[in-house]
């Protein structure tokens, strides 16, 4: 009997689809077509590898609409929020294809004459960069349009060819994202979506793939490093995290009240970034916290096909039950419920808004991640004494200062081991810079030219003979 996968709609709880998973035997006879392929990929000219990529682009904004519909459809995620992912991945594909040449270029680092006779020879030292191979690309639900943007575009531009394994939460939305592709022009076994959950991961990793990129929870995030660990591929984790925001003694309250709620429950708090634990200092925490209740009240829930929702559903019903159990253990340790705490009283898995306040670091809300709209609003009275609740979890991905003074922002956020330091702001992706988690938040970079490199094998060339060699003779 053929294994299915059951795609509901987390606003309705109805199926749109059952759809049969790849199963082992599928995955290799995909992976083997990916491997014949690949070498004619690497070997076309990069004009003829960016240009089905702009193509890829553009059809993303003509299609923005059906595009927008099935992701809401299958995530939940606010038609308006769905739209915004969509329409901003094409300035990431611009950043990729605008400094691809660079990173791909041979560079010439040393030429000299020979020292030894005969004393016409030159000896040359060149850096070749060459693709990886076959790469699998397993992704999470969250931002589908991003999370693997920054993956498949990237790998495919250095002449890669991927296996993409769209989470099972977003699965349409990666066979959408595969016919795109393929319409504008990259070979279906360059770029080949494999349908499945977990264990269908589990089979792409059985693979000899070149290199795995993964996005996804810490959990899963370790079993990819073991399962990855006997092949020494590249091995590049883009996981969780618990990111904190302080905000100081002299901090714009107003800005930092509105910057703060959308952080914690824009796309209802399933960002990898967002805001999941706040900390203010004790001289502005009643203003802090007005503002930020009102900033709440202004957030509407409701249907996310409806283009004033701004909170839908969770996308997966398991996540309820996280975000019920680190409710009840904070109020079993004393914490206030000030807003929310419980499931909407509708269809669909809707959680309310929830903000708890009088939390400490005994509760999970302040220690694991809660992916949802749950926030933890803690007064501090010094500096030091956010700094150090701002370091007390294994996460390193990104941390958020609020204040006017910049040196004393800097001065505490390079005291944190995150990836990414924000300072009156939070929650935002520049691809100009590099995305990366430390400790239980991941391994590797994506986006930036760091994030281009990741996907390339550097060759040490020691070229010694007659005459100087230009660098594009090799790499
Ligand atoms: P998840 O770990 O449940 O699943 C991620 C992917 O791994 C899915 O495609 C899933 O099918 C696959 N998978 C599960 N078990 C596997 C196995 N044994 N072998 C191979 N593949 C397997 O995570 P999720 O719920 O899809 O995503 C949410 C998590 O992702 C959160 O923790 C979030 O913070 C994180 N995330 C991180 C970033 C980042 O850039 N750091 C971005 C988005 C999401």
Not at 287 to 308: E, H, K, S, V
Not at 323 to 339: M, P
């Amino acid at each position: 009997m053929a294994n299915l996968l059951s795609i509901i709609n987390p606003a309705t709880e109805a199926l749109i689809q059952d759809m049969s998973v790849d199963d082992g035997a599928a995955v290799a006879q995909k992976y083997n077509r990916a491997r014949q392929a690949q070498p004619e990929w690497a070997a076309l000219p990069l004009a003829d590898r960016i240009s089905p990529i702009l193509r890829f682009r553009d059809l993303l904004t003509e299609r923005v609409d059906t595009l927008a519909a099935l992701l809401t459809a299958e995530t939940g995620k606010p038609i308006t929020q769905a739209r915004h992912e969509i329409l901003a991945l094409p300035d990431r594909i611009d950043f990729f294809v605008e400094n691809v040449a660079r990173v791909l270029a041979p560079e010439r680092v040393y030429c000299a004459p020979a020292q030894a006779p005969p004393a016409q020879e030159t000896l040359e030292e060149v850096i070749g960069y060459e693709p990886l191979g076959v790469v699998a690309n397993i992704s999470a639900w969250n931002y589908p349009y991003f999370v693997g943007g920054n993956v498949f575009v990237p790998a495919l531009l250095t002449g890669n060819a991927v296996l993409y394994k769209p989470s099972e939460v977003a699965t349409l939305t990666g066979l959408a994202i595969a016919d795109l592709l393929h319409e504008a022009g990259v070979p279906k076994p360059v770029f080949t979506p494999v349908v499945g959950a977990g264990l269908t991961g589990a089979a792409l990793l059985e693979q000899p793939i070149d290199g795995v990129f993964f996005t996804g929870s810490y959990a899963t995030g370790q079993k990819i490093a073991v399962a990855a660990a006997p092949k020494l591929i590249r091995t590049q984790l883009e996981l969780g995290g618990k990111d904190p925001a302080y905000v100081c003694a002299d901090a714009n309250v107003a800005v930092a009240a509105a910057g703060l709620a959308d952080g914690a429950f824009y796309n209802n708090g399933q960002s990898c970034c967002a805001v999941e634990r706040i900390y203010v200092h004790t001289d502005v925490y009643e203003q802090f916290l007005d503002a930020f209740m009102a900033t709440l009240q202004g957030f509407q829930l409701g249907d996310p096909t409806d283009a004033i929702t701004y909170l839908g559903p969770v996308s997966r019903k398991p996540q309820l039950d996280v975000l019920r159990n680190q409710v009840a253990d904070a109020l079993a340790k004393e914490a206030t419920l000030r807003c929310g705490g419980q499931r909407v009283d509708r269809p669909g898995w809707y959680f309310a808004p929830t903000v708890l306040t009088e939390v400490n670091h005994t509760m999970t809300v302040m220690q694991q991640e809660t992916f949802g709209p749950v926030i933890g609003i803690q007064r501090v009275a010094s500096d030091q004494e956010a700094l150090a609740l701002m370091q007390d979890t294994p996460y390193g991905l990104t941390a958020t200062v609020y204040g006017t003074n910049r040196d004393r922002a800097i001065n505490i956020l390079r005291q944190l081991k995150t990836g990414t330091a924000y300072w009156n702001c939070c929650d935002r992706v520049s691809p100009r810079l590099p995305w990366s988690g430390r400790g239980h938040s991941g391994l590797g970079a994506t986006l930036s030219l760091a994030g281009i490199r990741t996907f390339l094998h550097p060759r040490a060339w020691h070229l010694r003979g007659g005459g100087v060699m230009g660098g594009g003779e090799v790499g």
